[in-house]
DNA sequence: TTGAAAGCGCTAACAA
DNA sequence: TTGTTAGCGCTTTCAA
């Protein structure tokens, strides 16, 4: 077991490829990044010496010199969410055999947080940006109109992205899981929401908007929490809701781990669920879909606004300007299943 | 909405803050990277200065002159994966105020595909390097053996890190596991895996050992997949297991996704769990935890793996060889809860 | 199509 | 404790 002898080991450089090819320094970079610019006869010298050589381009001294580095930024206001991690997926499945890497920053729903790894990154002059929805500060706002890099604004949706964007419609969509309780036949509605960031907010609110016009609006059936979303906590919430409003026949949950919290609790206390108590989730993730009885969920396409979300990058890196719909509304699907589906 | 123009803006550099100051570059150099080898005034100064100037320094011109950048990387087999979900948490937290990145690399359980993830993340002089188990390429084994900073193997053990590692023993929890099931009175003893990665394939072993050793073995009661892991694959093996052996009275479940969709599934049928069936899931999911019956599991520090492994690496770059144990078992720990409570 | 010269912003090594 | 000098490995610019 090695101790302590962490010595940079050599590797060869453009120059050390250029002598072996016959050739100067900036033929080899050249036919590494437009090899369309050099000579066959020149090109394939330069490819056997890089293979000989093992060759491969140093990062930093490219960043430093061209201004520009193959690193991609993704600030995600949390690590925990199951969201967050299929848009990870996504971002990285779109990244895989591009030249590009994937750096992370968590900013824990702190927009001065992620103000401040904004600007670290920056530093790092990025390919590309992403970030999750439309809350930054002023500050951040300011950074990102003078970006030196393409961004996308993922989750959400607005009307002016600093850049390009791709997401649905929160409020909306909670409008349209709200409706579909009504429709079932279930009259008193509660809502539960932990974590409640803008997006959660948006959905809190088109929430009570149907509600209020079905004239169903008791915001007693409503509790909500700035803590962290879990299964235990849709379980607290449920009995603090409970508590208040022991009437309520349907809950809209603003995620699915709550939802799944509701239901077992359900269970525990011998409710019946869809008939005494209709369940709507949030999110449609793979568990939720196989509870018994499985969830009704509003599904979200989280995995493609990753993929999306990089892609447009990838495009805009390629050939700035390409990318027409700048701002893509990717919408959402409400999936009925049994949770909702009372017997009238 | 502005469309490509992504040209470069102009950050204050080393140099506009050493003439701010009234000192010179290498001083400001120094202020940020050892502060306590510069004066009290000058650090004023310096200080004032970068405030005023907003500098945060260029990570590529750094890291070109030093021969070491701020990267870490961290290479795991999956993203879809809960654990290293919270793997990856805790290494994030653990680098949280630190003037590092992490950078991630998913090599999708292909050993190939990680020696080459290495090779690129190498050329990036890394900080550090976190790595899955032992189960590296001949190739890659050697570019670690030479690497220029320190790593981390982590979630398994080993006689021989590379550098350095932590994990704890999966053999030894599958049979701990198993003989839980044994003790509670089950005979007739299933094992169910999906995603067949070295980590789960010792978990299988330790199943088979202690069965054999009760004389309870019986292949037929084990069901595995290549296939990624999910509640969904959880409920399909279980499908199988049942078609193939309807006797079986309890089931060892790789993780607990598995035992999630074992028990939905289990609910559906109308089999009694845990009196007609038990089950026993693996890493203490929040979910798991809080389903109806509540799921028995072991516990796996995953999170506490990723924070360590972390500290580790800045251990020993602020102090190469200042990490004393470079061997870490941090165990496991078996849950018994209700889905193994048999009544006898 | 190719190359020479200059320099990106920082740090290592040495000197004062 | 502070500064000077040189150069990390690449790309940009300009010229041939």
Same mark, same amino acid.
């Given at each position: 077991m090695k101790k302590g002898s962490y010595s940079p080991t050599a590797s060869p450089t453009l120059s050390d490829v250029a002598r072996e090819a016959g050739v100067s320094a *900036?033929? !080899?970079? #050249?036919? *590494? #990044?437009?090899? &369309? %610019?050099?000579?066959?006869?020149? #090109?394939?010298?330069? &490819? /056997?010496?890089?293979? %000989?050589?093992?060759?491969?381009?140093?990062?930093? /001294?490219?960043?430093? /010199?061209? %201004?520009?580095?193959?690193?991609?930024?993704?600030?995600?206001?949390?690590?925990?969410?199951?969201?967050?991690?299929?848009?990870?997926r996504g971002v990285y499945d779109g990244i895989e055999e591009t030249r590009f890497f994937v750096q992370i920053g968590n900013f824990r729903y702190s927009a001065l947080k992620e103000q401040e790894l904004l600007r670290v990154f920056l530093r790092q002059k990025p390919a590309?940006?992403?970030?999750?929805?439309?809350?930054?500060? +002023? &500050?951040?706002? #300011?950074?990102? %109109?003078? /970006?030196?890099?393409?961004? !996308?604004? *993922?989750?959400?949706?607005?009307? +002016?992205?600093a850049d390009m964007a791709i997401g649905f419609d929160h409020k909306e969509a909670a409008r349209t899981a709200t409706r579909h309780l009504l429709e079932q036949g279930y009259t008193k509605l509660g809502f539960l929401g932990a974590r409640m960031d803008p997006r959660s907010q948006a959905r809190y609110e088109g929430f009570k908007d149907v509600c209020k016009d079905a004239g169903k609006l008791d915001e007693k059936r409503i509790v909500t929490t700035l803590q962290p979303s879990s299964v235990s906590m849709g379980r607290q919430l449920f009995e603090a809701l409970l508590a208040k409003t022991p009437d309520v026949d349907a809950i809209l949950c603003n995620n699915d781990d709550l939802a799944i919290g509701v239901l077992t609790e359900a269970q525990r206390r011998n409710?019946?669920?869809?008939d005494d108590l209709g369940i709507c989730g949030f999110n449609d993730i793979d568990i939720a879909r196989n509870m018994m009885p499985e969830i009704t969920s509003v599904a979200t396409p989280r995995y493609d606004i990753g993929r999306r979300a990089i892609q447009m990058i990838l495009d805009e890196i390629a050939e700035p300007g390409s990318v027409a719909d700048r701002n893509q509304d990717v919408g959402f699907e409400l999936v009925p299943r049994q949770s909702t589906a009372r017997r009238r």
């Open positions: *900036i033929t !080899v970079s #050249r036919t *590494i #990044r437009s090899p &369309e %610019k050099v000579s066959k006869a020149s #090109r394939l010298k330069v &490819e /056997a010496a890089i293979a %000989k050589l093992g060759y491969a381009p140093d990062p930093a /001294a490219s960043a430093l /010199a061209s %201004k520009t580095s193959t690193t991609i930024g993704l600030l995600v206001p949390s690590l925990t969410n199951n969201v967050f991690a299929d848009v990870v590309g940006l992403i970030l999750s929805g439309f809350d930054q500060t +002023q &500050e951040a706002t #300011r950074m990102l %109109k003078n /970006a030196p890099c393409p961004l !996308v604004q *993922i989750m959400d949706i607005g009307p +002016q992205p409710i019946q669920v869809p």
